[in-house]
């Protein structure tokens, strides 16, 4: 059993609900994110998304997009940002999933990074801009490699959708709260709900909602029917907010903790 489904199972049996915290590599530097990545799991984090930045991230909203923008200053590549995360792994056992696009993992070789992110301790990939129908080969490298692979599903996702991701998902299926990009708002579409009960018919994975939480209280609202919630924009727009801090990964702990209140 991975750590991604030992982390749901346990969860399961305790009767709680997952949470799942965002952050972009590299923002502001490796070294903080490292901490981060710490202070998040200390934190109770279910799952660390770590999202790669990329130069063109047009699934996310202004937030995230500027985060991307602060890392890529530091001029890393993945081959960094694995050694970070191999470093962070011998003090956390919070399973870790990288969250990106597809152009940074094939400039960095599909294999290469099978290899290297099961070597650094991550546990799974998602990749946005990659849909079941052209994610064999890296399915079958992470596959290879005992990593998950995980798939985004939408309000706008037919049954036939739905069924796919379900046959080439694994560890769990991010499901979209709404259309468009990440970003935080003040109420959380009910599409969302309908959404999470339309793909547990295909599905005995756990489904994490996301985009656009961003409240202790859209946070509890969610977990009523979802297995975990994903916060990214707020927490990203906490550190922006926060950047010049001496103690930024701490807060960023509390900040997560009181968002999962």
Do not use: C
Not at 66 to 92: C, D, H, P, Q
Not at 207 to 225: C, E, L, T
Request: proline content about 4%; cysteine-free; hydrophobic content about 45%.
């Amino acid at each position: 059993m991975g750590r991604i489904e030992n982390g749901f199972t346990k969860l399961k049996q305790q009767g709680r609900r997952g949470f799942i915290p965002f952050i972009t590599a590299g923002d502001p530097d490796l070294a903080i994110t490292e901490q981060i990545l710490i202070e998040l799991a200390h934190a109770g984090a279910t799952v660390i998304e770590l999202g790669v930045p990329f130069s063109d991230p047009m699934a996310d909203g202004p937030v995230i997009q500027r985060a991307s923008e602060r890392a890529l200053k530091n001029s890393f590549g993945l081959a960094e940002l694995l050694e970070m995360v191999a470093r962070a792994r011998t003090r956390i056992d919070t399973p870790i999933i990288l969250f990106s696009y597809f152009n940074p993992l094939l400039q960095f070789g599909i294999k290469r990074l099978a290899h290297r992110a099961k070597a650094s301790g991550v546990d799974g990939v998602l990749v946005t801009d990659l849909s079941p129908e052209e994610s064999g080969e890296l399915e079958t490298e992470l596959r290879a490699h005992s990593l998950d692979m995980i798939f985004l599903v939408a309000p706008t996702s037919t049954d036939e959708r739905l069924k796919l991701v379900a046959e080439h998902a694994s560890g769990f299926v991010y499901a979209v709260a709404r259309t468009g990009v990440t970003g935080t708002r003040e109420t959380v579409s009910v599409e969302a709900e309908k959404l999470v009960k339309r793909m547990r018919k295909f599905t005995s994975l756990p489904i994490a909602v996301g985009f656009g939480i961003s409240s202790a209280q859209q946070v509890k609202d969610v977990q009523r029917y979802a297995d975990a919630v994903v916060v990214g924009s707020a927490i990203v727009a906490e550190m922006e907010r926060l950047t010049d801090a001496s103690d930024l990964a701490q807060k960023i702990g509390e900040f997560t903790r009181a968002l999962n209140s």
